[in-house]
DNA sequence: TTAACATATCAATCATTGTTGATATGTTAT
DNA sequence: ATAACATATCAACAATGATTGATATGTTAA
């Protein structure tokens, strides 16, 4: 859980994220959308995939990321304890 | 909101919000429930309050946090939209 | 006023993490 | 097989953050 938080703690990390709520995108798509440079985005992608935020789907060339719902959905739970 | 999400990634300060669902707690409560010095209780108590997720009720000798509600309900809902 | 208690702050250290540049791996097309 | 593209990994450095010990501040009781 507190790995989940940590992963998603971090400005580019919570924008790949929100980035990828919409659609799963490759990471030179990533890099055009992030502005940050290649390796750096698979180093955050590599963050977020050790905490099961985010799922790899080999597809030839390229590498596609997916957000894992059922472990934000998993993280929603948690903290929705400490609300109302 | 990357403030908020920062401030509750650890795990000190996570078990502190989960302490003050329950009730308010003075510092000296805190450092007996987590079983960590009285400065460093301060310290995550600090970065918690700048965080805006809780709140001090100064109280005589003691100084009472509460857990700003509003703010874990902002967090909520920014988290849910990333879910289903 | 002094003593005791509760808390905050400061400086220093250590550990973790973000970033960069270089390089390796793996896939597709020619 | 070679070239071009896409991605991952590694070593090094910088920045940030957690922890500790010492000390200051502030409140209550004797």
Chains 1, 2 share one sequence.
Do not use: P, W
């Not at 290649?38 to 050790?50: A, D, G, I, P, R």
């Amino acid at each position: 859980m507190i790995d989940m938080l940590k992963a998603i703690a971090e400005e580019n990390r919570f924008k790949i994220v929100e980035l990828l709520t919409e659609k799963s995108l490759c990471v030179c798509e990533l890099v055009d959308e992030l502005g940050i440079s290649q390796n750096l985005v698979s180093h955050h992608l590599s963050v977020l995939k050790k905490a099961e935020l985010i799922d790899l789907c080999r597809c030839g060339k390229n590498n596609y990321y997916t957000l894992n719902k059922q472990s934000i959905n998993k993280l929603n739970k948690t903290l929705a304890k400490l609300g109302d």
